[in-house]
């Protein structure tokens, strides 16, 4: 227990450090993995080891007659990410860093897309519904003409990006923090392949109404069945791999938390 304590604390601090520099580049989720990895869609423990190095550091007072706080060690960062690794084959995915990098929030009115930061000046590129979840690309400024928050976001149901209201000048509120995390509302199952006729000698592992688990991929149309799938990790277990998010015939099996 302790061991695992000392490596979740040793996590908090590396996402820590990769959150500030993520912040003072301006770097998208995608952008940020491009930044460490020189292999693709995986991040070996070079590149790993190598960005911790060369990241921008964030520079925090120290009160008299206290200590700094230690940056993590070469050693410290290896127990990292071994815990990222989940796969235990050396390195870490593209899927597994954009859980941990990305910032999510999600729609709790229905509001609109637009394609600039002024509401009086810009397009409707179209609308967000409430339970969409949305990357945030930047961080939210105000729009002076009418006293609100707007960020820049980029929609995950679509990639399409473009601006939207945080908050209005009335106090609604029409982003949420979180978006990562779905509950399971219909009993489905988890299959190894996006494709289920790909998917038929699995053994599926159930998914209970109830349990909770972490997109990794977000859904998207099997256009062979119509089904909407999505990869995901199971909460409870740490069981990865795909499940239909909503059927052919619009029964919904996940939503957002």
């Not at 199971?234 to 099996?253: I, P, R």
Request: charged residues 35%; aromatic residues 6%.
């Amino acid at each position: 227990m302790k061991d695992k304590a000392e490596v979740l604390a040793l996590e908090k601090k590396a996402l820590a450090m990769i959150k500030y520099h993520q912040k003072a580049k301006s770097l998208s989720a995608e952008a940020l993995f491009a930044a460490m990895s020189k292999k693709g869609d995986q991040l070996d423990k070079a590149g790993f080891l190598a960005f911790f190095k060369s990241c921008e550091k964030e520079k925090v007072e120290v009160e008299e007659g206290k200590e700094a706080d230690a940056p993590p060690t070469k050693e410290d960062l290896g127990r990292i990410f071994k815990l990222w690794d989940e796969s235990e084959v050396g390195v870490v995915s593209k899927d597994k860093m954009l859980s941990l990098t990305r910032s999510l929030m999600k729609v709790s009115k229905d509001t609109v897309l637009t394609d600039g930061l002024s509401i009086k000046d810009s397009k409707s590129i179209r609308r967000l519904d409430v339970g969409e979840v949305v990357e945030v690309l930047g961080t939210p400024e105000a729009e002076g003409d009418v006293d609100v928050k707007r960020v820049s976001v980029k929609a995950m149901k679509d990639d399409v990006e473009g601006w939207v209201t945080v908050s209005g000048n009335q106090g609604t509120v029409f982003l949420l923090e979180g978006g990562g995390v779905f509950k399971v509302v219909k009993e489905t199952i988890i299959t190894g392949s996006f494709d289920l006729e790909d998917s038929t000698k699995d053994m599926p592992r159930k998914l209970k109404a109830g349990e909770l688990v972490e997109a990794r991929e977000w859904p998207k149309k099997e256009e062979k069945t119509g089904l909407v799938r999505m990869r995901i990790k199971a909460k409870s277990d740490g069981v990865t791999g795909w499940v239909t998010a909503v059927g052919n015939t619009g029964v919904v099996f996940l939503e957002v938390k």
